[in-house]
């Protein structure tokens, strides 16, 4: 162990030991030259392992994301290994979790940052797999934002016959004798786990019967963050969520799922043509002359910036961009604000931003607007007031049944059936009540396209509605309808929506089994 005050290399000086684990320590340093605070971890190893460490080292260099520290420095003694890394300000969640319970819509924003974090990872080439999610090894920094600070490095150089990972948290795998290869949904497994952690403050089982069991029968888990934890957590890999993507799309609709099912028609003069369903985005431009419209500008650098119907980040800046140089006519002005606000709500879930730009809109234009704006304010206010956002959603309801056989109807349909089932209740009701939402939609929108009131190209909006009521049903455990609506779905979505057809078709194996 390092003394204080010791100086390593004529440049880290140790002020203090902040942890110390079987085969390693982790030091707080002060720069001798520049005064800036390190964090120094030393790693016991030997001759045989220590092309392990500088692997692993080699490895974290490559990380270049905000959730992770960076590496500064790195170099062997004859004892072991010194990482030098940047130095986090904060508490590791383990401490955060005892101190007392996070609200919901809280630890859905963690959950999300988090599960982007491990999905950068997956992203790279070669990828990495991180193997040791758990309380212990995330920070909460002064800021509120998360660090994942420590990739396990002790732990695989000092016992890489048994186990890679933490007993409870880990795969089963991650255990030496199954002989399996591990992959992403090793990584979701632990995902799970630390959902658990965070949500009931208790530290995960390492018989995984016994664990999921638990999780099961308690009926203070909202069932939508329940039947989460228990698609990642399944020992069979093939029935788990295939990746960390998978598990952010089902985050985004734990908040309100993003509008996957909405279709957009955006006329921009006459010289521009937009058209988004359900996970297909096309876009058309025609110059009519040497001058371009604005609008034509924009439209033709937001084409790279489409994927599965959605704007990405970047595409929403450069909509923001125009709105706020205000060069573009009230009509098209008025359309995108309309989409950025609904951006920021359902899919980014940056309410603050999303209240600023439905307020910039003409409620009575867009009169749903005032709905949105009453549940932004009550999104932003972290308080668990399901009571009046209950009441916000049955108002927003009730003005949506007025709009007729539209698209505008189906798409707030979709919309608020999420929201509800979004509330997180301990009785299971919101998602019951989503379910009932849906099924009463669904039947309304057979009616209407029976009697040939609506015309549902494609049956992308039947389709939609029988995907969501095949993962509400699961939540509620009324797996014989959701087996019924996910083989409708099946025979309804588009063949190339591939990820939302390998979903329903691993949980209608799952729920089979049962």
């Given at each position: ?5 010791h100086?390593?290399?004529?440049r880290?000086?140790?002020v203090?030991?902040i942890?110390?684990?079987?085969t390693s ?6 720069d ?6 390190w ?8 001759d045989?392992?220590?092309?392990l460490?500088q692997?692993e080292?080699?490895?974290m260099v490559?990380l ?14 004859e004892?072991?290994y010194f990482?030098v890394?940047d ?6 969640l383990?401490?955060v979790i ?12 963690w ?13 790279l080439?070669?990828s ?6 758990k ?6 920094k002064n800021?509120g934002?998360?660090?994942?600070i420590?990739f396990?490095?002790a732990?695989r150089?000092?016992d890489?016959g048994?186990?890679?990972?933490t007993p409870?948290?880990a ?5 030496y ?24 403050g ?6 995984l019967?016994?664990?999921t069991?638990a999780?099961r029968n ?8 329940r ?9 069979d890999k ?7 993507d998978?598990?952010?799309?089902a985050?985004?609709r734990?908040?309100?799922e993003k509008?996957n ?10 010289a521009?043509?937009v058209l988004?369903?359900f ?5 058309r431009?025609v110059?009519a002359g ?6 034509s500008?924009?439209?033709e650098?937001l084409?790279d910036?489409?994927i ?19 060069c573009l006519d ?12 609904r ?27 005032g709905?949105?704006?009453e ?12 009571a009046r956002?209950t009441?916000?959603l049955n108002?927003?309801a ?10 505008a109807?189906?798409?707030?349909e ?11 209740d301990e009785?299971?009701k919101?998602?019951?009540?989503a ?15 029976r009697?040939?009131l ?6 992308r909006y039947?389709a939609e ?5 095949c993962?509400i049903c ?6 014989e309808g ?5 083989k ?13 057809r ?8 799952y729920?089979?089994?049962?």
């Open positions: 162990m390092l003394s204080n005050g100086v390593l290399r004529g880290y000086r140790i203090r030991c942890g110390k684990g079987g320590s982790v030091y707080m340093a002060e001798v030259s520049i005064g800036k605070k964090a120094v971890k030393f790693i016991e190893i030997s045989d392992t220590l092309w460490a692997n080292i080699n490895m490559r270049d994301h905000v959730m992770f520290p960076r590496i500064v420095d790195a170099w062997p003694d004892n072991g990482i890394s130095y986090i300000e904060g508490v590791t383990d401490r005892r101190k007392g319970r996070i609200s919901n819509r809280t630890l859905i924003s959950w999300t940052d988090i599960a982007r974090a491990i999905q950068y990872l997956h992203d080439r070669p990495i797999l991180y193997l040791d999610l309380l212990e090894n995330i920070m909460l800021d934002s998360l660090k994942l420590d396990g490095i732990g150089i000092a890489r048994s186990l890679y990972g409870g948290y795969a089963p795998e991650q255990y004798n199954r002989g399996e290869l591990l992959d992403e949904r090793t990584d979701v497994f632990g995902f799970g786990m630390l959902m658990y952690a965070m949500y009931s208790k530290r995960p089982d390492e018989d019967d016994r664990q069991d999780i308690d009926r203070r888990l909202p069932g939508a963050i039947q989460m934890i228990l698609n990642c957590i399944r020992s093939s029935l788990r969520y295939r990746n960390m998978e598990i952010i799309r985050l985004i734990m908040g309100g509008k099912a909405i279709l957009i028609k955006i006329a921009v003069a006459a521009v043509a988004g369903v996970g297909t985005f096309a876009v431009y110059v040497p001058k371009v419209s604005p609008a500008r924009m439209m650098e084409s910036h489409i599965d119907g959605e704007y990405t980040e970047e595409g929403i800046r450069i909509i923001c961009g125009y709105i706020e140089a205000g009230e009509e098209t002005c008025g359309k995108f604000t309309y989409e950025v606000a951006n920021y709500f359902t899919i980014q879930r940056n309410y603050r931003e999303a209240l600023r730009y439905f307020r910039m809109l003409d409620e009575e234009e867009y009169p749903d607007a709905y949105y704006m549940l932004c304010r009550l999104q932003v206010s972290f308080e668990e007031d399901n956002y009441e916000c108002e927003f009730r003005y949506n049944r007025g709009l007729g056989y539209s698209e109807r189906y798409d707030n979709l919309m608020i059936a999420n929201l509800y089932a979004g509330i997180m009785d299971g919101a998602a019951q009540t379910a009932a939402h849906l099924k009463s939609g669904l039947n309304d929108l057979r009616y209407a396209i009697e040939g609506f015309t549902d190209s494609g049956s039947e509605y029988c995907r969501r009521l993962i699961e939540e509620t455990g009324d797996y959701a087996v019924s609506y996910g409708e779905a099946l025979v309804l979505l588009d063949p190339e929506r591939n990820a939302e390998d979903d329903i078709s691993r949980r209608i194996k729920m089979q089994e049962q």
